[in-house]
T-cell receptor, first 113, second 111 residues
Framework: GAVVSQHPSRVICKSGTSVKIECRSLDFQATTMFWYRQFPKQSLMLMATSNEGSKATYEQGVEKDKFLINHASLTLSTLTVTSAHPEDSSFYIC?????????FGSGTRLTVV | GENVEQHPSTLSVQEGDSAVIKCTYSDSASNYFPWYKQELGKRPQLIIDIRSNVGEKKDQRIAVTLNKTAKHFSLHITETQPEDSAVYFCAASSDLNDMRFGAGTRLTVKP
């Protein structure tokens, strides 16, 4: 079946530093990937849609300069949280559409101290 | 864009009873409605899905119904078990739109 590998699963970083999260589709080509953010006890909120070879589409209220998305190949999308602050601490998860369904990465727990 | 509302936010049932979670959506173009179960800190797991050309779908103890006219769909879990305890999310998407999630329902099944 469709598998999306997401790394790292957990990361702790200092305020002001940047963190990169990777999502790879292992057995299929994902022209589109979605990045979600989830706060404790809340739903998954779509941050942006990542399109291979073009600029990502960001949802309203999401700072594109802070959350940099790169989808340089059909199997890799990255989310970089720049100049991280404690309020960026959250669970970040990617998803790729394959055919008529969606496959999720395992998620990244980001803690900014 | 699509807006998905989900109720209730919390649901507690006795083991063996049924649980029903309801969702409404706003975009008539939405044609795919998955339900996910999420354990704490893990990825959502697809438990059942339904497309707009179908009114009902069942998989063992889990069933989903869809009313396109009213733009609502529901998850039904029968003979609930303690391991069904989790957070459940409904979602809606179309061929053009990204998938949007409901706010989630925390289901607790008491032994």
């Amino acid at each position: 079946g469709a598998v999306v590998s997401q790394h790292p699963s957990r990361v702790i970083c200092k305020s002001g530093t940047s963190v990169k999260i990777e999502c790879r589709s292992l057995d299929f080509q994902a022209t589109t990937m979605f990045w979600y953010r989830q706060f404790p006890k809340q739903s998954l909120m779509l941050m942006a849609t990542s399109n291979e070879g073009s600029k990502a589409t960001y949802e309203q209220g999401v700072e594109k300069d802070k959350f940099l998305i790169n989808h340089a190949s059909l199997t890799l999308s990255t989310l970089t949280v720049t100049s991280a602050h404690p309020e960026d601490s959250s669970f970040y998860i990617c998803s790729a559409r394959k055919g008529s369904g969606y496959t999720f990465g395992s998620g990244t727990r980001l803690t900014v101290v | 864009g699509e807006n998905v509302e989900q109720h209730p936010s919390t649901l507690s049932v006795q083991e063996g009873d049924s649980a029903v979670i309801k969702c409404t959506y706003s975009d008539s173009a939405s044609n795919y409605f998955p339900w996910y179960k999420q354990e704490l800190g893990k990825r959502p797991q697809l438990i059942i899905d339904i497309r707009s050309n179908v009114g009902e779908k069942k998989d063992q103890r889990i069933a989903v119904t869809l009313n396109k006219t009213a733009k609502h769909f529901s998850l039904h879990i029968t003979e609930t078990q303690p391991e069904d305890s989790a957070v459940y999310f409904c979602a809606a998407s179309s061929d053009l739109n990204d998938m949007r999630f409901g706010a989630g329902t925390r289901l607790t099944v008491k032994p």
